[in-house]
């Protein structure tokens, strides 16, 4: 499959203007590069698809969208979802690409690219043992969690999301890896269904307060609470902690937590969340 954003077409778009016939750039939105043919049709694709200057500029023109390119034309990575009302997207950066949820990205994009953002979360949370990731999202979590964890489950309520990771390059590992476990569905049923003491670690990763306020609730982290395992662990993800949204949304969590049971709640700025220990 080729996908590409504006910080791959732009590269050939100049190479042709500046008159050269081959070009190098990344058909997976920057995992990895190949060398093509540039002709007056357009660029020569190793699938044999040739991709018309028209169809590279409207993509160089297009700052927060991916094109897969199929036979018959360009398909941007995008889908509405009916399950959540709410448009699902991919949006490039110079690294891995976010995902957005009704215009909102899913990772921080400013500083830090999605990916660092991601081990930025994995270093806070240090899962070991069982572990249970909340709101999949792009997999991103999931599939750094599973390089030192025995297993994970992750949960997401969308499964247009999930499909939106299907064309996402950067995902793949999410599919094809045997220690991760998908799980369809909400993610308070999902844990409320889940044994006493099933995870030596849970890295909660929701959507800003405003998409998705029961996910920041006393309720759900009393289920985490009881889901983790003596000395287990939950990182939970909330923002920028120095935005006056961001610190009072941590304020609260922090109370929240305590509130649940957590004997020690401790700020990752780092993170961009918390740490809290049962």
Request: glycine fraction near 8%.
């Amino acid at each position: 499959m080729t996908i590409l954003s504006y910080f791959q077409a732009e590269p050939l778009l100049k190479a042709w203007r500046d008159g050269q016939v081959t070009a190098t750039t990344s058909l997976d939105l920057n995992l990895t590069t190949t060398e093509v043919a540039l002709n007056e049709a357009g660029v020569s694709l190793p699938d044999g698809r040739v991709l018309r200057w028209d169809e590279l500029t409207l993509i160089g023109d297009d700052e927060v969208g991916c094109y897969v390119v199929e036979a018959d034309g360009l398909r941007k990575a995008q889908a509405f979802s009916k399950t959540m009302n709410r448009m699902v997207s991919l949006m490039p950066t110079r690294r891995a690409p976010t995902m957005l949820v009704s215009g909102f990205p899913m990772h921080r994009i400013k500083a830090v690219d999605p990916y660092e953002d991601t081990r930025r979360k994995i270093r806070a949370a240090n899962p070991r043992g069982r572990v249970l990731d909340t709101c999949t999202g792009l997999g991103y979590t999931a599939i750094e969690a599973a390089k030192t964890a025995e297993g994970v489950i992750t949960v997401e309520i969308d499964p247009t999301g999930l499909e939106i990771a299907r064309l996402n390059p950067w995902s793949r590992a999410l599919f094809d890896d045997p220690k991760i476990e998908q799980v369809v569905g909400d993610c308070f049923d999902v844990v409320e269904g889940c044994a006493d003491e099933s995870f030596s670690c849970i890295i909660h990763d929701p959507p800003i307060m405003s998409l998705a306020g029961d996910l920041y609730s006393t309720d759900i982290y009393r289920e985490f609470h009881r889901a983790l395992r003596r000395n287990g662990r939950l990182f939970h993800y909330i923002g920028d902690p120095e935005g006056k949204m961001g610190a009072n949304v941590t304020r609260g969590v922090m109370r929240r937590l305590q509130d649940a049971g957590f004997s020690r709640v401790e700020r990752r700025p780092e993170a961009f969340g918390v740490v809290a220990s049962k």
